[in-house]
């Protein structure tokens, strides 16, 4: 603790990010982006429930737990430039904490920062059943949500609100190589959270990848149309969070690396993709006592129209 | 009579078929290779005048556009629309009968 005031420290030390991490975009991998082309014209509609447990080793013995639905939009300006909206939904974001009150649980609900984003498709190569695309991707987020949310006990630490209060933004590059047996992605982001009432999130630096292996139907012999596809997918995300600024300083208990692994399902139709993945901490770099990933669960479905 | 009737309504009916034939092509497109993709080649090319059915054979990297009678379909409008989804359009051919025909690369 930087101090003696049991709740301001609760605020300070919840340090890592309590976003919801609903991973944004339209097809291929469940927890990131990907590089497969959005048609001129045509819309998608994702919708992913994020279920996520973290928790830290420190004396406070904090517990959070977020219970939220994102909702993503994306259109096709060309085939090579498509536009995403993303609004999350928090039907819960709870912190238990031990204080010298006692154990208390705090928490907020509602509609959390809006994310507006483009993706341009920078090179492709097609060749017969397969495809290889670099896309970079752009974009911001909007302090639209609630950061100033209180209960009994006062106002919410910041990283509890539903929203930052602050604009951000991000860029980053994806890359995609598709064939009609598998599937490998890569995504490297970079997100700079802005400053909002003397607190901000720390920047985050990203590295993301994943393999998909077509597992059904498992020849596409005397297969004729188009038949759906479920995949068996894999995702890796190594994650580096800088310091939560907090005041002239920084909070030494937030930020840290991670390494999540995250097996999956996806089954893929010409209009519908139903997936779910867990995500699971491989390792973890906590600064101090930032609070970790305990698992990740994500459940959703997109739509073509 | 009977007999000769019946003859004169097959007669007719068969040439009426022949008549109302649609137009088939095939279409070679690189670049496809899942499911989820191939509805933005369908919707882009059901947006042309005429078009009345397209079928992705995703396996084969081909797909089958219908066209009304009378309605053709050149390279050229093919090509668009295979690119305004995204992909890449290697072969263009019309085909023969309902059914289409091969691939011609």
Sequence with gaps: MRSNRPLAGVSVLIGALLLTGVSWVQAAPNTFNTALPVAEGQYLWREQLVLRERSDNGPMDREVSVQAL???????????????????????????VTTPMGRIERDTSGFGDVSLFGRYTLYKKDETGNTFRVAPVF??????????????????????????????????????????????????????????????????????????????????????????????????????????????????????????????????????????????????????????????????????? | MIKKLSLLLSALIFSVAVLAVDNHYVLGVDGLACPFCAYGIEKRLNKIEGVTDVQVDVGESVVHVSMREGKTLTEDRASQAVDEAGFTLRSFSEAEGETGGNDAQ
Excluded: C
């Design chain 1, 70 to 96: 994102g909702s993503v939009l994306g259109y096709g300006v060309t085939s090579r430039f498509a536009v995403f909206g993303m609004v999350p939904y928090f039907f819960n974001k709870e912190l238990d």
């Design chain 1, 139 to 305: 974009g911001l987020t909007a302090p639209t949500g609630d950061d100033s949310d209180s209960d009994r006990f006062g106002e919410l630490p910041r990283p509890l609100q539903a929203g930052d209060g602050a604009w951000d933004g991000f860029a980053g590059v994806v890359t995609t190589y598709q064939t009609l047996q598998y599937q490998v992605e890569g995504q490297l982001l970079y997100r700079e959270n802005g400053r909002h009432d003397g607190f901000a999130r720390g920047d985050e630096t990203r590295f993301d990848a994943s393999l998909q292996y077509r597992i059904w139907p498992r020849s596409m012999k005397g297969m004729p149309g188009t038949p759906a596809f479920v995949y068996a997918l894999l995702e890796s995300n190594v994650i580096h969070r800088e310091r939560d600024e907090t005041g002239s300083g920084t909070d030494a208990d937030s930020g840290g690396g991670q390494w999540l692994l995250a097996p999956g399902l996806q089954y893929v139709s010409r209009s519908w993709i139903v997936e779910g993945t867990v995500q699971l901490p491989v390792a973890e770099h906590p600064n101090g006592d930032a609070i970790e990933d305990d698992y990740i669960v994500r459940v959703g479905f997109r739509r073509n129209f």
